[in-house]
């Protein structure tokens, strides 16, 4: 199934059933981003590949594609300035499979802090505020 797409208040949207439209709308309607199912390819089209960063590598296996990102989502990594990584607050959202390379910055640099900081009392999650 494809990856849900964060909605504009923080909220996420379930995907699209088969057979339905695969791409979000980012922007016109509020949404913080928008994505296209199997965007970079189906899976005999996944590739690896070495993030704008030139360090980063990537593991894209039948991955979607965003095709729009709005404030307050930050890029984190881009591949041919695009967005393949992204955050909001304490949520994460990546394209590519992280896991399967030897690289652990994501772990150690993003993931680590973001569980040994307490979450406000009353958060949710998507709550800007948390």
Same mark, same amino acid.
């Given at each position: ?7 504009? !208040? ?7 059933? *088969? ?11 509020? =949404? ?6 199997? @965007?970079?390819? =189906? ?8 993030? !704008? ?11 979607? +594609?965003?095709?729009?990102? *709005? ?15 992204? +955050?909001?607050? *304490? ?5 590519? #499979? ?5 690289? =652990? *910055?994501? #772990? +150690? ?14 958060? #949710?999650? @998507? !709550? =800007?505020?948390?």
């Amino acid at each position: 199934l494809p990856a849900p797409a964060v909605a504009g !208040d923080g909220d996420v949207e379930p995907a699209p059933a *088969r057979g339905e439209d695969q791409t979000r709308a980012g922007g016109q309607d509020g =949404r913080a981003v928008a994505v296209a199912r199997n @965007g970079w390819g =189906r899976q005999i089209d996944s590739f690896e590949a070495i993030a !704008d960063d030139g360090t980063t590598p990537l593991v894209c296996i039948r991955a979607p +594609r965003l095709t729009a990102v *709005r404030a307050p989502t930050e890029a984190l990594l881009t591949l041919g300035g695009e967005p393949i990584r992204v +955050r909001r607050g *304490r949520i994460v959202g990546a394209t590519d #499979h992280p896991e399967l390379t030897p690289d =652990r *910055r994501l #772990h +150690r640099d993003l993931f680590l802090p973001l569980v040994a900081a307490p979450a406000k009392v009353g958060a #949710h999650v @998507g !709550d =800007r505020r948390s």
